[in-house]
């Protein structure tokens, strides 16, 4: 008995010494996901109740889903999303990816240029979109100035032209983004193995082939990685409209953030926002699952080699 | 036996309980919880004036202001109410009393408003709004017009016309004269949803009152379908034309200086523009205030107005308060200091406005009311959340403001999305 007391000692005893490490990581793991869980089951629940001002019992079925699906707002903020999601993607990833290049060439300065570039993601957005939303408008911002050194003809009203306001939203989202490809996107060139740079120099590779053959290729999954948090950035994207166009001109900019926030508080319609927002959260799975698979075969190749 | 008794004792209990609050009074001191979004500028000024009134009653005034939009005072009064902790009165207007007064117990305001005499002295639609399911639980506290003309005098100057427009072709062969004048744009304006909504709710209840209270308080079908929807949207396509393009979503104050400049002629705006023009430093001789246009001749009067709902407590300070509170906000005195200060009028009919303190738009305005109410043309205003609740409002707002920003949606297919927006709300 007192030798399997001894065993056991150690085991308790290295248990208590990680204590610490253990509740650093499982209690706010477990908080946050008991908070992120209880609150979505609450929200798909409050989605199939005929809930208003309040959550109110009572069972509607898909009643709440064909309405939020039959409303133009929503059409047109889907369709937004689309538009808006991939465009700015694509762009904050292709400006990150030049600006980390430009930096890349031990240029002097780069530490300034390097906090220059990340400063916009310092900004919140409300006031992006706020100084941008001055910036745009063609009575005050770069029209004018344009306008008042003698090009008179000179037209740039996309903030309120119904069919291009979404890119003034997109300009403001990579002014602010770009800097965050940048940094991860440098970060990886910099740890390209300079061996295998220099191999390719002897075999006389010019800087474009250098580029294109040996170390884009090796950027891989820092280019999903951005693409994946520039994505549920997308979808999520509220304050940055709100503050720009308000969701106008009209409602030709709305996002589907912005159509749950208006159901759920400026209508008093909580069963129909809440619809809204599993929506929403239905679009954010159709990116991550296949993000999460796609890590998941990864790490088994890596396993398997 | 026991049963009975204690049943007395119960009722006896609740018969305490409900006696009226002036024997109790003497007893607490009385105290109120308020939560209101209003915290600066004039509407700051105004409540704190309203709570230092109270305080000289022998009064607790705790108010908690919630800055920002009428959406985040909501959203804190949803939150006390489900913690079951509501204020014991809080600002709230239009159908959403009605709507939140199903959510949660309201304080019957019968007897107070009865001894008061108040009913005779509010407009009959006014009254039906703080009265849902016919007890006063609410109270009104100031009036604006929404459809009030605003004329720009330089703009006048510049148009030689001296003329104030009073029906829709008036204001149209004004403005069209103001443009030939070399006036930039001849209607000022912001790009707000509700802006956008003040002009189609001007244009409809101009055109026609009875169109107006038909399609948009009672959403009646045909209404909704009929010839003056239309001609409204027709109208507001004008008006449109005449705007400048450039606002975006600004505030209209953001051109209040074209606008007295004369760069800008006319404006459609609520009364509160006065207030928010004389803030900004200009004159009353730079701008003259009339009734919005009508094509009857007769003024229209759009009613926004700013009211508190009282929540049921059960604490008897709580309950005095409320009880005071009521009796200053149906004060004639209370009603003119609060009206004097944001630029608004009283809710009573009966208060003179002749002495010093009003404006002369004070002065209009307040006549417009009774001669609208004479002729039934008193009606509530949608741009402001009184003729629907939120949710149908915003609904029609929607198709309002991409009609006013996209020429190319016709005044036809604006009526027939109008309908199917109504159709889809419920």
Same mark, same amino acid.
């Given at each position: ?20 490490e ?57 369709d ?10 694509v762009l904050?990833?292709l ?20 906090s ?31 306008n ?15 069919d291009?306001? $979404?890119w @003034?939203?997109?300009? %403001?989202? /990579?002014?602010?983004?770009?800097? *965050?490809?940048?940094? #991860?996107?440098?970060? &990886? ?45 997308a ?10 166009t308000?969701?106008?001109?009209? $409602?030709? @900019?709305?996002?589907? %953030?912005? /159509?749950?926030?208006?159901?759920? *508080?400026?209508?008093? #319609?909580?069963?129909? &926002? ?28 890596t396993?398997?080699? | ?71 985040e ?26 709507a ?13 408003v ?96 009875a ?123 209370i ?10 009028i009283?809710?009573r ?56 920003k ?21």
């Amino acid at each position: 008995m007192s030798e399997a007391a001894a065993a056991r000692r150690p085991k308790v005893f290295g248990l208590a010494r990680r204590l610490p490490e253990h509740l650093t990581i499982w209690v706010p793991l477990l908080l946050a996901a008991g908070h992120i869980v209880s609150f979505s089951l609450w929200t798909l629940w409050v989605s199939f109740t005929p809930s208003t001002l309040l959550p109110e019992f009572g069972w509607v079925g898909l009643h709440n889903y064909t309405a939020v699906l039959a409303t133009r707002n929503w059409r047109i903020a889907f369709d937004n999303l689309l538009l808006f999601g991939s465009a700015f993607v694509v762009l904050s990833l292709l400006t990150g990816l030049g600006l980390a290049i430009l930096l890349d060439q031990r240029i002097r300065g780069e530490n300034v240029l390097r906090s220059i570039f990340l400063y916009p993601m310092a900004v919140s957005f409300v006031v992006t979109g706020t100084v941008w939303s001055w910036l745009l408008n063609p009575g005050v911002g770069v029209q004018k100035f344009v306008n008042d050194f003698g090009w008179m003809s000179f037209r740039f009203d996309w903030l309120i032209n119904r069919d291009m306001a $979404i890119w @003034t939203i997109v300009m %403001a989202a /990579v002014w602010q983004s770009a800097g *965050f490809g940048m940094a #991860l996107f440098l970060a &990886g060139l910099r740890s390209v193995d300079t061996d295998l740079i220099k191999a390719a120099q002897i075999d006389g590779a010019g800087p474009v082939r250098l580029y294109r053959r040996v170390i884009l290729p090796t950027l891989w999954p820092i280019t999903v990685t951005v693409v994946v948090i520039q994505l549920q950035f997308a979808i999520t994207t509220f304050d940055l409209v709100r503050a720009l166009t308000g969701g106008g001109p009209g $409602i030709a @900019t709305l996002l589907p %953030a912005l /159509v749950v926030y208006d159901f759920m *508080f400026q209508r008093g #319609l909580l069963g129909r &926002g809440a619809a809204a927002a599993v929506l929403m959260l239905l679009t954010l799975l159709a990116v991550l699952l296949p993000y999460a698979a796609w890590r998941h075969v990864q790490a088994r190749k890596t396993a398997r080699a | 036996m026991t049963n009975l008794r204690r049943r007395t004792v119960l009722a006896g209990t609740a018969g305490l309980l409900a006696v009226p609050h002036q024997s109790r009074a003497q007893a607490v001191k009385p105290r109120l919880t308020v939560i209101s979004q209003w915290t600066s500028g004039s509407d700051g000024a105004a409540i704190t004036a309203l709570g230092k009134k109270f305080e000289e009653k022998g009064g607790i005034w705790q108010h908690s202001p919630v800055p920002g939009f009428t959406t985040e005072m909501m959203n804190k009064l949803r939150a006390q109410i489900m913690a079951g902790d509501p204020p014991a009165c809080s600002q709230l207007k239009g159908p959403e009393i009605a709507a939140w007064s199903k959510i949660a117990a309201t304080t019957d305001l019968d007897a107070i408003v009865a001894a008061a005499g108040y009913e005779k002295v509010v407009a009959p639609d006014l009254a039906r709004l703080h009265k849902p399911g016919g007890h006063w639980i609410s109270l009104p506290l100031q009036i604006y017009s929404t459809n009030m003309l605003f004329l720009s005098k330089r703009a006048m100057d510049k148009a030689k016309a001296d003329q104030i427009p009073v029906t829709w072709a008036d204001f149209n062969a004004l403005a069209a004269k103001m443009k030939a004048a070399g006036v930039t744009y001849p209607i000022a304006n912001g790009g707000t949803r509700p802006d956008d909504g003040q002009k189609f709710e001007a244009s409809l209840a101009g055109i026609s009152p009875a169109a107006y209270r038909a399609a948009i308080m009672n959403l009646d079908e045909t209404a909704l379908k009929g010839p003056e929807v239309k001609a409204a949207f027709v109208q507001v396509r004008k008006i449109a034309d005449w705007m400048d393009p450039n606002t975006a979503a600004q505030h209209f104050s953001t051109n209040l200086k074209r606008f007295v400049a004369g760069d800008m002629g006319m404006m459609i705006q609520g009364g509160w523009a006065q207030g928010v023009l004389l803030n900004a430093g200009y004159k009353l001789d730079d701008f003259i205030i009339a009734p919005g246009p009508t094509d009857n001749g007769k003024p229209v009067f759009l009613l926004n107005a700013d009211a508190f709902i009282f929540w049921q407590r059960k604490e008897a300070d709580l309950q005095a308060g409320q009880a005071l509170m009521a009796q200053l906000v149906m004060d004639p005195a209370i009603q003119t200091m609060y009206s004097q200060i944001t630029g608004s009028i009283p809710v009573r009919t009966d208060v003179d406005l002749s002495g010093a303190g009003w404006s002369d738009g004070q002065r209009r305005t307040a006549a417009a009311l009774k001669e609208a109410v004479a002729s039934n043309q008193a009606v509530l205003s949608l741009a402001h959340n009184m003729a629907q609740q939120n949710g149908v409002t915003a609904a029609m707002i929607d198709v309002i403001t991409e009609y006013v920003k996209d020429r190319t949606i016709t005044p036809d297919d604006a009526a027939s999305r109008l309908n199917e927006a109504v159709e889809g709300s419920h």
